[in-house]
């Protein structure tokens, strides 16, 4: 009876403030935005970069060819992440290994870890696209766009790796403790108490790096494949024009922002869980 | 209320910008020369170059033979990289002859390093023209200005003599294979249009990417104008050897300079060619720097 009254005290008097601070945030955004625009708009370049960037005859010619050539990014960000998700989820699960008897694949994830987050992602894929093939194995694939995807899914698994290791690191020990006191094998402990927890909780840094991802699979490019900003650079250079690589980018955003949505909303369906029906 | 707000908002920004776009408008006509009607525009005191007295010419680096021959120098370090301060080269020798013909000693001369990105971009450039085997197309003319051309230029086919491809004779028999080229040249049009590959051609940042996948055998042939075919055949690429060279596309292709759209420098330049085209001095330096276009076959 008293909790409710708290709540009930406490949702009016936000309400009241969030009526005045809609109105105002509105006329700020629109007082901060109006002026960059009309500054944009006004500037003596305005004009060349309007048909420079911003070309409408551009937008139609080259929206197709662009989207034809970002179903190759889609792809190889999906076979990737997939990918990813598993190795990396492994390197974290090997990292966390307790012991002395475990150092070595310790150490191992540890290098691992390091190496692949400090190169340089493009050096990387220039290492692999073109060192590999050179090297004139037989069984391995020369394929470009192969050797990109695995350059690629060996930086984000020690980036996602990280990931997920804070999240099961974030699980109290007590979580732990209580499981092994239940009977549970070590095994046992991490597969049904603590990574189910850690998982649901690196789900929004998660999605961070695999945008970050997408976003890298423009880096293909570098070896010659016609991927959609190298399908933009191809227009851009024939065109004197750089409205191709805007409708790429408009391409990368439109992939990013459900996939925002949808991290906002699994983590407000997570917390609704947890919170179990009661009031924030 | 908030609406009112609103409104007095976007009337003081309109005030404040109309304020601040007149002021600017009035800047860029003022400073036209003060010559008399008489005098010659393109003489080199009335000439409007970046830096009075200088005149910058753009290229891009690497800058590769045979257009730019001269070694490492200056900003243009590392193999096969070619400073244009030597003068030597192709487009280096055109870039000289031009300059003096507009009146510029070889001191007067100054180089600036422009990606071919770059070379076309709004706003203020950091050359008075730039030359890195830019073709004329008319799309590209609504961005930037094009000097007239200084060299009708071929397409060729480049690939490893190990390769059933070195074999082909015909276009029909080259759909097969898989084609790579350096981005943003005409070349690339080539691929898929004239040749209309079976498989996705590559596009590649640089000539060097385009070599080493060559290699690599992640592609089978480079398609490249015919003087750097020549070039990359004899000196950058051991066993590899020049296809062919494709038919004259109608109306012809060429290398013009760019310059920004709109240059006062432009019809100057034009004037400097014409001279040189008149005087045989284009053609000699043709000659002198370039390999000689018969000989390779051409595919039909």
């Known amino acids: 009876m008293d909790e409710d009254d708290k709540g009930a005290g406490r949702g009016s ?27 944009v708009v006004n500037s003596a370049g305005w004009a060349k970069v309007k048909t420079t960037f911003f070309n409408p005859h551009q937008f139609h010619t080259y929206a197709w060819p662009v989207a034809h050539a970002f179903v190759l990014n889609i792809k190889i960000a999906v076979v990737a992440e997939l990918v990813i998700l598993v190795l990396a989820l492994a390197l974290a699960v090997l990292r966390s290994l307790p012991g002395p008897v475990f150092f070595p694949i310790r150490a191992m994830a ?64 007590s979580q732990d403790a209580a499981a092994r006191s239940l009977g549970l094998s070590r095994w046992q402990a991490m597969k049904t108490v603590i990574l189910p927890q850690a998982v649901r909780r690196v789900i929004p840094p998660l999605l961070n790096d695999f945008i970050g991802l997408q976003k890298d699979t423009a880096l293909i490019s570098v070896l010659g494949v016609v991927e959609a900003l ?28 459900p996939q925002a949505r949808l991290t906002d909303w699994l983590i407000n369906r997570d917390r609704g869980r947890q919170m179990a029906g009661g009031r924030m | 209320m908030t609406r009112k707000l609103l409104i007095i908002a976007f009337a003081a920004l309109a005030l404040a910008a109309s304020g601040c776009g007149s002021s600017s408008s009035s800047s860029g006509s003022s400073s036209s020369p003060s010559g008399g009607t008489t005098a010659d525009p393109c003489a080199v005191g009335s000439l409007q170059t970046l830096t009075s007295g200088t005149l910058t010419i753009g290229t891009d680096n690497p800058a590769y033979s045979p257009y730019f021959t001269g070694g490492p120098g200056h900003e243009w370090k590392g193999q096969y ?6 003068g030597k080269g192709f487009e280096d020798a055109v870039a000289y002859a031009v300059a003096e013909k507009m009146g510029f000693t070889q001191q007067q001369v100054k180089w600036a390093v422009t990606h071919f990105n770059q070379s076309y971009q709004p706003g203020p450039k950091n050359f008075d023209f730039y030359l890195a085997q830019v073709s004329y197309s008319a799309h590209r003319a609504t961005a930037a200005d ?13 690939a490893l003599k190990s390769n059933p491809i070195a074999k082909a004779t015909t276009l029909a028999d ?23 590959p079976s498989q996705q051609p590559q596009a590649y940042n640089s000539l060097n990417d385009a070599i080493h996948a060559l290699q690599a055998k992640q592609i089978d042939a480079i398609v490249i104008d015919l003087p750097t075919a020549f070039y990359m055949t004899a000196v950058q690429i051991p066993g590899s050897t020049v296809v062919g060279q494709f038919p004259a596309v109608a109306g012809g292709e060429h290398y013009g300079m760019v310059l ?29 720097w370039l390999s000689d276009k018969v000989s390779a076959p051409i595919l039909q």
């Open chain 1, 230 to 257: 190298q399908q933009a650079n191809l227009a851009s250079e024939a065109e004197f024009n750089y409205t191709p690589y805007v409708i790429a980018g408009l391409f990368f955003v439109a992939i990013t922002i």
């Open chain 2, 174 to 196: 080259l759909k097969q294979y898989r084609f790579g080229t350096q981005i943003g040249t005409t070349s690339y049009d080539y691929i898929t249009q004239t040749i209309q």
């Open chain 1, 110 to 173: 540890i290098v691992y870890t390091d190496l692949f987050r400090g190169v340089p992602t493009i050096l990387l894929v220039y290492l692999f696209g073109f060192g590999v093939p050179a090297l004139a194995l037989s069984h391995v694939p020369n394929s470009p766009t192969y050797l990109a995807t695995v350059a690629l899914i060996m930086v984000y698994t020690a980036y996602v790796s990280e990931v997920y290791r804070s999240g099961i690191e974030s699980v109290h020990p």
């Open chain 2, 81 to 86: 990289n070619n400073d244009p301060y030597t």
């Open chain 2, 146 to 158: 094009f000097s007239d051309s200084y060299y009708e230029v071929n397409q060729s086919v480049v």
């Open chain 1, 13 to 39: 008097l936000i309400l009241g403030g969030a009526a005045r601070n809609v109105s105002v945030a509105m006329v700020s955004t629109i007082v901060v935005f109006s002026t960059l625009a009309l500054v």
């Open chain 2, 260 to 288: 920004d759209k709109g240059s006062s420098l432009t019809p100057c330049v034009n004037k400097a060619l014409a001279a040189l085209t008149a005087d045989g001095t284009l053609a000699q330096l043709t000659k002198t």
